[in-house]
């Protein structure tokens, strides 16, 4: 099939003009990507302290999660947050909320348990050794953003990095047990090894 000149002419204009401009005198760089983790202190949320607590564990593994629940955008993070806590303590006897960090829709990073001790669950693996990472919102039917999946990468590469977890015990929570978590549009990314990738580019070497 013969394609108009002009035609031709017009794509190829749009195919350069959509490259990356490379600037040959700067010397080839790793991708760039945000390398440094801002947290959202418990202090900061008004996380209530522990009235209890569990024997301290290593951690061995991180463990991603998705809150499970539909997360509108204008839904309030601080009163989900500080909701969250209140009902694992009364409602499930638990110590605290049962992640360690969780991350809101515009990729913010909230602590939430203290992390030396081991988080709970409501399925039956053994949470002992695991960091747990929670992305708020349920990627059954929500997408992962490019913010959020940079953020969780970060946070993951600088968890590794702190307690040396091998990147292959960076898993999701379906990979120990009956559950949809972490959700699929979460978990596909664990799934065709892009996380991992990231967060082994975002290690220290
Ligand atoms: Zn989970």
């Not at 601080?78 to 360690?100: A, C, E, F, V």
């Not at 988080?119 to 990627?139: K, S």
Request: charged share 20%; proline share 6%.
């Amino acid at each position: 099939m013969k394609l108009p000149f002009a035609f031709i002419g017009l794509s190829l204009f749009l195919i350069v003009s959509c490259a990356p401009s490379m600037n040959p005198s700067t010397p080839m760089t790793a991708p760039q990507v945000e390398t440094k983790l801002e947290l959202v202190t418990r202090a900061d949320w008004g996380w209530v302290p522990l009235t209890d607590t569990l024997p301290t564990h290593e951690i061995k593994y991180i463990t991603i999660h998705h809150g499970g629940e539909d997360f509108p955008q204008d839904k309030d993070v601080i009163k989900y947050l500080i909701g969250l806590q209140s009902w694992s303590r009364s409602d499930k006897n638990w110590i605290d909320n049962p992640y360690h960090y969780m991350i809101d829709l515009q990729g913010k990073i909230y602590e939430a348990r203290p992390i030396e001790y081991p988080g709970d669950t409501n399925t039956d693996y053994d949470v002992r050794g695991h960091a747990l990472i929670c992305v708020m919102g349920n990627y059954e039917n929500q997408i992962l953003s490019e913010v959020q999946f940079n953020q969780l990468a970060l946070l993951t590469a600088t968890l590794a990095d702190r307690y040396g977890v091998a990147n292959n015990l960076i898993k999701g929570h379906k990979d120990y047990t009956e559950t949809l978590c972490p959700g699929k549009d979460l978990y596909r990314y664990l799934e065709d090894g892009s996380l991992i990738k990231r967060v082994g580019e975002l290690r220290r070497p």
